[in-house]
Nanobody, 125 residues
Framework: QVQLVESGGGTVQPGGSLRLSCAPS????????IGWFRQAPGKEREAVSC????????YYDDSVKGRFTISRDNAKNTVYLQMNSLKPEDTAVYYC??????????????????WGQGTQVTVSS
C-alpha cells in the first residue's frame, strides 16, 4: 500500500515560516502530480498547492499565493512546501497527496489516489 509521510509541522508565531516535507515510505513513487491539502477544525479539506511531475507546473490557492512555495527534489523523491508569512488562519492539519501516474492534467490534485497521515501546523502568538 502506498504511504506518504509528511514532516515539518509545528507551532510558529504569526509572520513565521515552516517547511513541510513529503516522501513515500520506502519506495519510489510514480505519480502525475502531487500536492498539499489542509483541513482546519470545522472546515472542509482544501487544496493548497499542487505540482506536476512532468513539467513542474504549479497551482496555488489564492489564500497562499506569494507566501507558499511548492517544490520537488526528484533525486530525493521528496516534495516540499515552504510556508512564509504564516497567519493564524493557516492553522490546520496539512496533508500530502499524489495522483496516480495515469491521471490527466485537467484532474491534477482534484481527487488524489495516495494520501499521507497529515502534520499539524499551528500559527499562534
Amino acid at each position: 500500500q502506498v504511504q506518504l509521510v509528511e514532516s515539518g509541522g509545528g507551532t510558529v508565531q504569526p509572520g513565521g515560516s515552516l517547511r513541510l516535507s513529503c516522501a513515500p515510505s520506502g519506495f519510489i513513487l510514480d505519480y502525475s502530480a502531487i500536492g498539499w491539502f489542509r483541513q482546519a477544525p470545522g472546515k472542509e479539506r482544501e487544496a493548497v498547492s499542487c505540482i506536476s511531475s512532468s513539467d513542474g507546473s504549479t497551482y496555488y490557492d489564492d489564500s497562499v499565493k506569494g507566501r507558499f512555495t511548492i517544490s520537488r527534489d526528484n533525486a530525493k523523491n521528496t516534495v516540499y512546501l515552504q510556508m512564509n508569512s504564516l497567519k493564524p488562519e493557516d492553522t490546520a492539519v496539512y496533508y500530502c497527496a499524489a495522483d496516480a501516474p495515469e491521471v490527466q492534467p485537467y484532474y491534477y490534485c482534484s481527487a488524489p489516489d495516495y494520501w499521507g497521515q497529515g502534520t499539524q501546523v499551528t500559527v499562534s502568538s
